[in-house]
């Protein structure tokens, strides 16, 4: 079943990755690159939950920031 609010995020993060697929090459700096992407939507996320205004968006926020980080994980350790 799809789910307007997953795929708004979903949709942002497609955009995002089309727009600097061009700059993106494969080294270290895509991961830290993913890496940040993922940390800024957790903020995000975190901020609106602790400023109480947690919405489904929050949440399938939280979720998508998990997915990309396990996805990190394949890359190897993340940095501290």
Not at 8 to 31: C, F, I, R, S, Y
Not at 34 to 59: C, H, P, S, W, Y
């Amino acid at each position: 079943k799809s789910d307007p609010a997953c795929n708004a995020v979903l949709g942002d993060l497609m955009q995002w990755l089309e727009t600097n697929k061009a700059a993106l090459g494969p080294t270290e700096d895509n991961k830290i690159e993913v890496e940040l992407m993922a940390l800024q939507i957790f903020k995000r996320a975190d901020d609106e939950d602790r400023a109480g205004n947690a919405t489904k968006n929050t949440a399938v926020a939280f979720r998508a920031c998990s997915i990309i980080m396990e996805v990190c994980q394949t890359f190897g350790e993340m940095p501290p």
